[in-house]
C-alpha cells in the first residue's frame, strides 16, 4: 500500500513516499496493526483486537499519517448511529461505532486536512461534528493540562474515547508532562491507551512516565510496558526492536475519576 503524504516546510510542500521520512514508529505500528488485523496470527492476540469498531483519539497526529495507513481495517462509510452525537468522540463501551479523530496544535491541523484530500478520504469533519467517521479537531497540550489541574470536565458533549494513540509524541521534556495531563483527562473508564516512543530523550521520557505513572495512581491506573517472546519478536516485527518501547494503560476494573 502506498500513501502520499505532504510536508510542509515554509512555503514549500513536498510530496514524498510515507517510507522514506516518516518518524519509524509510527510506520511499524501501522504494519503491526495492519498484519495482526489481515492476517491474525492463530497464537498471538493483537494489541488492540477492536481496533476497526472502536472511537479513536489520535494525540499529535502530524502528518495524519497513521489514520490513513489504517483505513483499510475501518469501514468505508459513516455508522448512522453517529448522526446524533455531539462531540468528536464516542462514548467509551465495546458497542460503539468506528470512528477516528485526528488531533494536534491548530497551527498543524491543515497538514493532515492536506494529507486526508491527497489520499482521497471523501467524508470528514472539521471540529467537534462527527457525522462522519474521521474528524479533525485542535488538542492543545498545554491548555489541556491547565483543565486537568483544574479538574474541569470535558467540554459539553464530548465523551471519552475507546482507545487512545500517542505515537512518537514523547521528545521535548516540557510537554511530556501536559502530554501525560491530556491522556488523563481524555480517558475514560473503559478507555486504552497505546503510547510508542523511540529512545531518543531520556528524560522526556522519565518526565512523562513519572507524571502518567504517579498521577494514573490516584485513578485507579494500571500501566505496563509490553514485552515480547521471541515468537512475538517474529509477529511484532520491527515494533519489538529495542530502540522502540510501547506501553499500555487502563484503569482497573473501570474505576471513574
Not at 505500528?29 to 483519539?57: E, R
Not at 457525522?131 to 459539553?156: F, G, M, N, R, T
Not at 505496563?224 to 494503560?249: N, Y
Request: hydrophobic letters at 40%; proline letters at 7%; aromatic letters at 10%.
Amino acid at each position: 500500500m502506498e500513501i502520499e503524504v505532504r510536508f510542509e516546510m515554509g512555503f514549500a510542500i513536498f510530496r514524498i513516499l510515507a517510507h522514506r521520512i516518516l518518524a519509524t514508529n509510527s510506520l511499524h505500528l501501522a504494519k503491526y496493526l495492519l498484519t495482526s488485523h489481515h492476517f491474525p496470527h492463530p497464537d498471538h492476540s493483537p494489541i488492540l483486537p477492536n481496533l476497526s469498531t472502536s472511537s479513536i483519539l489520535e494525540l499529535g497526529s502530524g502528518t495524519g499519517y497513521l489514520g490513513l495507513a489504517l483505513r483499510s481495517i475501518f469501514p468505508s462509510t459513516p455508522n448512522p448511529s453517529n448522526s446524533n452525537l455531539k462531540s468528536p468522540f464516542t462514548s467509551s463501551s465495546s458497542a460503539s461505532p468506528f470512528k477516528w479523530t485526528f488531533s494536534d496544535q491548530l497551527e498543524n491541523l491543515p497538514l493532515v486536512l492536506r494529507n486526508l484530500h491527497a489520499n482521497g478520504v471523501p467524508s470528514f469533519q472539521i471540529g467537534d461534528s462527527p457525522s462522519q467517521p474521521y474528524s479533525i479537531v485542535e488538542l492543545d497540550w498545554l491548555a489541556e493540562s491547565a483543565a486537568y489541574l483544574a479538574k474541569k470536565s470535558l467540554p459539553s458533549g464530548t465523551s471519552p474515547p475507546d482507545i487512545i494513540l500517542a505515537i512518537d509524541c514523547i521528545y521535548n521534556p516540557s510537554l511530556s508532562t501536559p502530554l501525560a495531563h491530556t491522556i488523563l483527562r481524555y480517558s475514560g473508564p473503559q478507555t486504552v491507551v497505546v503510547v510508542a516512543a523511540e529512545l531518543r530523550d531520556s528524560e522526556a521520557l522519565e518526565v512523562f512516565l513519572r507524571c502518567w505513572i504517579e498521577e494514573g495512581e490516584k485513578e485507579g491506573w494500571r500501566i505496563a510496558r509490553l514485552g515480547w517472546s521471541q515468537e512475538e519478536r517474529r509477529v511484532v516485527g520491527e515494533l519489538s526492536e529495542s530502540r522502540f518501547v510501547t506501553w499500555v494503560g487502563w484503569r482497573e476494573d473501570g474505576v471513574s475519576k
